[in-house]
């Protein structure tokens, strides 16, 4: 079993089918001397792993991992799969507080909306918009936006992942009297209506991250941006990929007539984000590790428990991994854009 490409988006995967599922990936080491996490940075070579059974994976392991605690011993269900930033000077009053174990990833959310024209724009509507968020996960940042930026919004959420949107549809669609809808699937391909949306959203979702070019899947995303939104519509797109796609990405959006508003780099704040989450993060990988018993074979467990636990760190961006040092060095850089839909 290979957990880096085997697993399938469509599968909500249960605690007891995720503890055979490690226990055949520890029992593959037996015949796989190498493995494909660096046990230096956590490194995952492009050619080693598919987005689609990562995030499968992920989602399914948040889920069956429950209420946790966090390093000051606050509850938490991990929803927010966000890197997030530290809320930057000057932008007014934290959407959450200092101890909140989530923050960082409500404040990306929140992020997206700082800016003038948005702000009037929603203003003049009385904060009556339309929302769809391209590749929302679990939806904790589309109930975030519906709670705490525009409580009088209308949004819908999709993900190509089951497990996400199985937990968006249980733990962030009820309470929210409809306003919140949950759609399982290609994000680029489901059926939404064109000239609908107010604002467009897609953040840190797993495109636009090839170094130097916009792929066809990223022409995609575009070109359901272009189409989705209503004219005079906001795009609003927080990432951290490589900083010489951030162009690129920008050519082609103005190629297709889409007007740049603002573009906003946040990576320090980024690189602070992760350094305040490190404790947090840190606890969580150990609960997860500690949660399968296979890690506990000897010899074999100890050393895929330390390859996912790298694995899982890097994902985070943590202090010491790869991705972390991307942003460090400048390789990747964290931006928050804002392009409209002329008139």
């Known amino acids: ?12 995967y249960s605690n007891g089918r995720l503890q055979l599922i490690f226990g055949a990936w520890v029992a593959s080491a037996l015949f796989d001397r190498k493995g494909k996490v660096s046990v230096g940075n956590g490194d995952i070579s492009e050619d080693d792993y598919t987005k689609q059974s990562i995030y499968a994976l992920l ?66 509507r009385d904060g009556r918009v339309h929302i769809v968020e391209m590749g929302c996960g679990t939806g904790a940042g589309a109930h975030h936006v519906c709670t705490e930026v525009w409580p009088e919004c209308t949004y819908v959420a999709i993900d190509m992942q089951g497990a996400a949107i199985e937990t968006c549809r249980r733990k962030h669609v009820p309470g929210l009297n409809g306003r919140l809808t949950a759609i399982h699937g290609d994000a680029t391909k489901v059926d939404i209506a064109s000239n609908s949306a107010d604002f467009i959203v897609i953040n840190e979702t797993h495109v636009m991250e090839y170094a130097g070019l916009v792929t066809e899947e990223d022409a995609r995303f575009f070109g359901a ?23 690129p990405c920008f050519d082609y959006l103005k190629s297709l007539g889409m007007v740049e508003v603002q573009v906003q780099d946040v990576t320090a704040e980024a690189i602070v984000a992760r350094d305040l989450d490190e404790p947090r993060a840190e606890a969580y990988v150990k609960e997860c590790v500690n949660k399968f018993l296979a890690f506990r074979v000897p010899f074999i467990g100890p050393r895929r428990a330390r390859e996912a636990g790298r694995a899982m760190r890097n994902f985070f961006r943590h202090p010491g991994t790869r991705l972390y040092d991307n942003m460090v060095d400048g390789t990747d850089t964290y931006k928050v854009v804002c392009f409209q839909k002329p008139l």
């Open 1 to 12: 079993m290979d957990i880096f490409t085997g697993l399938n988006p469509e599968t909500k």
């Open 59 to 124: 989602y399914s392991l948040y889920r069956e991992m429950g209420t946790v605690l966090s390093e000051h011993g606050e509850p938490y269900e991990f929803t927010f799969n966000t890197w997030g930033y530290d809320w930057p000077a000057g932008w007014g009053k934290r959407p959450a507080g200092t101890r909140d174990p989530q923050r960082f990833g409500k404040y990306a959310y929140s992020g997206l909306f700082q800016v003038d024209e948005v702000q009037a724009y929603a203003a003049a």
């Open 225 to 247: 941006v272009l189409d989705r939104l209503k004219p005079g519509g906001f795009f609003v797109w927080g990432n951290a990929i490589p900083n010489v796609t951030w162009q």
